[in-house]
């Protein structure tokens, strides 16, 4: 027995593996089916080709979702733990929203023009955020596009650095990595980079303070995109005062700061930026914040405002790359209003965040009971367990720390047992309609897991 995910008896967990993948296949033949229709045409048989990563032969269909569970079309009930990877961190079509989202519904959808929802939304997000200027897209994805585009035009620079295994969507700049030598270089199979990573990107490894002071001594970097707290390659939390010492590096070197809080929302109603109060020039947020409907949004300072107003005439406003005629539609308006309002209040993520604790506890209980060299790593209402003895400081880390065929085998046997966790990572999210019997629920299915997993080797 070696530590990290090489302690596991190999031929053990394949045999595992495949036992799961049996039980799998017999147990949802309504999806099996669908699944054989679906690649008729649809590539992968799913209308996303990432989808085909969820472990088994073919993915759940859905039928139904609602709170903190949702039905397959083979009329099983699944706690979800996944939430649609924060999309559905609210839970699964909330009340407030759905009453929101049904009234607008009838009174139009996308008009390519404002309703009074924008100006409340706008409000509620600078309260919350303390930015004081808003404005929307339909993904986070948009947002971080759009801020990387005015930090370009405001600095008149061309480089953006990121951390190393970052995670902002399908921004372009954000799919680099470090080789070896610990130069900018694709990630591993990007599709159709349209230009090397390397021309548009510097990459530091997350909590570098000396690594990110480099990249932007270089005097051509527009703005740094970072997450408070990596999210995406697992849980990397920050050392104490990291983020604070961005921000000073960033006015340092005349750079604009982006923090995208898409999934680091987690951490509290104004993610890790309020919870810390960081100062970022521009803040990306999408996904929860409209209950499911497809939504995004970028704040900014005063000075941001200010400086954007006096460098971008009228005439050429609707040309600039910034935009897009189905954004600040009235749906996702109204979504957003009632989301931010009536749901992801500081009341909902007490309940969630003591939930997430207890869903860790569980777990490291019987990380403990087998001896398994894992770790956990806890942020607000999210947490995570990882294939290494100690928490990762960096992307690279916990990249070197994952383990495909384990990851696919314990989320097959949580999905066997009616729980659905985070694909491609071992994240548990917890949503207001989350109870205290769903974390139960993992808390006994993970101790078996280990126990039968560890039982030989």
Known sequence: MTVGSTSVDRGHLSAL?????????????????????SRQHMPGGVPMSWMVKWPGDFPVFVDRAEGAHFTCVDGIDHVDLCLGDTGAMMGHSPAATVAAVTEQLSRGITTMLPTEDAIAVSAGLAERFGLPFWQFTLTATDANRHAIRYARHLTG?????????????????????????????????????????????????????????????????????VEPALTNIGIVLPDPGYNEAVRELATKYGVILINDETHTICAGPGGITRRDNLHPDFLVIGKSIGGGIPCGTFGFTAEVADRIARSVELEDIDVGGIGGTLAGNGLSMAAMQATLEQVMTQQAFDHMIPLADAWADGVQAAIDATGAPWHLSRLGARAEYAFSAVPSR???????????????????????????????????????????????????????????????G
């Open 17 to 37: 593996l495949d036992r799961e993948r049996a039980a799998f296949r017999a147990a949802r033949p309504r999806s099996a089916a669908l699944a054989e229709r």
């Open 157 to 225: 620079r061309t480089k953006v650095v990121v951390h190393n295994f970052c995670y902002h969507g399908s921004v372009d700049e954000t799919f680099a990595t470090l080789d070896d030598d610990r130069r900018t270089t694709d990630r591993r199979n990007n599709i159709g980079p349209p230009v090397p990573t390397s021309e548009t990107t510097r990459v530091v490894e997350f909590n570098d303070v000396d690594g990110l002071e480099k990249a932007l001594a270089e005097g051509d970097v527009a703005a740094i995109l």
């Open 394 to 456: 960096n992307g690279r880390e916990a990249a070197d720390a994952d383990d495909f065929e384990l990851q696919q085998y314990l989320h097959l046997y949580a999905l066997n047992r009616g729980i659905l966790l985070t694909p491609f990572h071992n994240m548990a999210l917890m949503s207001p309609a989350t109870t205290r019997a769903d974390v139960d629920a993992h808390t006994q299915m993970f101790a078996a897991c280990l126990d039968e997993l560890f039982s030989r």
